[in-house]
């Protein structure tokens, strides 16, 4: 039987196969081969108890993408959710995700809700800030359920992985393209209300078929260590068109003279605050190298 796994926790995963779902653990044979299964994997499962819906994964169907953070395979997609206001948005951890998921080639749609909070001229700085980042950009209002129906088509077909900081409605968008989730997450609770589990983790919530959700914890930083600091300046599309008008090869956009980024920038051609996010990973990068 083919299922997809929605939820790993210590050893056990949860298979959603067409109309249930399945506790079970991996076969030896992965350990052999040192292959982990992922909450995504598509895969092939023996039943062992129908009563209890227990069974073993047998085969993991070949994945066509294995995200590092969050840990998951076959995503599609990256929804990233901020606050216009109230939280204010911290661009400086958005371009950090930004910046992951590029580096992980998954196309990522930026999705600022409470914009019934925000004004007028906070909305326009929002979008002028990330009009030219090479992503899809949407404004949405879960409370007033605003916006709602295009995300619906963004992520239809598709697994998306959600994410954002604490706060920002994640939950409460969560709640509106699948009011069940709550019920689907309970069956999961009561298999495992044994004591085994109980940490929050990743899982996959099914909206409808084959159109999926990644929901993950809150996160309040990122790391980025796995980068060279020269590398950075390639996830900011939106230097690319005036890198040519650099004197120097090469150039990290930073210090150099006669650099036309920074002349894009003085321009405002470029947003600053995407500019001094850039500068601020750039240098925190080349100050970890020194260690």
């Not at 993950?216 to 790391?223: I, R």
């Not at 980024?261 to 990973?281: F, H, M, P, T, W």
């Amino acid at each position: 039987m083919q299922g997809k796994i929605i939820k790993g926790i210590a050893g056990f995963y949860y298979v959603q196969t067409e109309d249930k779902l399945y506790e079970c653990k991996a076969k030896g044979i992965f350990r052999n081969k040192k292959m982990k299964p992922l909450v995504g994997d598509n895969v092939e499962i023996d039943i062992l108890d129908e009563t209890e819906q227990e069974g073993n994964i047998t085969k993991i169907y070949e994945r066509h993408n294995e995200l590092i953070r969050p840990a998951v395979s076959n995503v599609d997609q990256a929804l990233i959710i901020f606050a216009a206001k109230n939280p204010k948005p911290n661009y400086n951890l958005l371009d950090r995700f930004l910046i992951m998921m590029e580096k992980q080639d998954v196309p990522v749609i930026v999705c600022f809700n409470k914009v019934d909070l925000a004004k007028e001229k906070e909305l326009k700085l929002l979008e002028k800030v990330y009009e030219n980042c090479g992503h899809i950009v949407r404004f949405i209002s879960v409370k007033e359920e605003e916006g709602i129906d295009e995300i619906r088509e963004l992520i239809h077909g598709k697994t998306t992985v959600l994410a954002g900081p604490s706060g920002v409605g994640k939950s409460s968008l969560m709640n509106l393209l699948q009011p069940e989730a709550q019920m689907e997450t309970g069956e999961v609770s009561e298999k495992i209300k044994r004591g085994r589990h109980t940490t929050r983790h990743s899982e996959l919530i099914r909206i409808e078929k084959d159109t999926y959700v990644l929901d993950t914890p809150g996160f309040s930083s990122l790391f980025i260590h796995m980068f060279e600091e020269d590398e950075i300046k390639d996830y900011f599309q939106e230097f690319a068109p005036y890198e040519d008008e650099c004197r120097f090869q090469g150039c990290s956009h930073t210090h150099e003279p006669d650099c036309g980024v920074k002349k894009a920038l003085e321009e405002g051609k470029i947003s600053k605050i995407r500019y001094d996010n850039y500068v601020n990973i750039y240098t925190e990068l080349k100050e970890k190298r020194k260690w």
